[in-house]
């Protein structure tokens, strides 16, 4: 069956950085783009970045342009997220996600806390 588990979650002090990573599994990885979303507390889970299913497109929030970088390694059935220049508003559950067929698949998601 489809499994998603993320990884590389943790407590990190404003300006830090992070990687988070997303195991895939179940599914033929290649054909499918990939997203990250994420979900602070009390709000909606927001789009953060996306990447087509070769790597050679990506797209991102306008909040982590320029400070957020998403990959993949497709003989690895792995999607990164590269976190730089953290700020406490990142502070969010982060999730992986692709859509197929109509149905959005989602792993448990990784917890981010930016704090002093």
């Known amino acids: 069956q489809v499994q998603l588990v993320e990884s590389g979650g943790g407590l990190v002090q404003p300006g830090g950085s992070l990687r988070l990573s997303c195991a895939a599994s179940?599914?033929?990885?290649?054909?499918?783009?990939m997203r990250w979303y994420r979900q602070a507390p009390g709000k909606e889970r927001e789009l953060v970045a996306s990447?087509?299913?070769?790597?050679?497109?990506?797209n991102y929030a306008d909040s982590v342009k320029g400070r957020f970088t998403i990959s993949r390694d497709n003989a690895k059935n792995t999607v990164y997220l590269q976190m730089n220049s953290l700020k406490p508003e990142d502070t969010a559950v982060y999730y992986c996600?692709?859509?197929?067929?109509?149905?959005?698949?989602w792993g448990q998601g990784t917890q981010v806390t930016v704090s002093s």
């Open positions: 990447i087509t299913n070769g790597g050679g497109s990506t």
């Open positions: 179940g599914f033929t990885f290649r054909i499918y783009g």
């Open positions: 996600n692709f859509l197929r067929t109509g149905f959005n698949y």
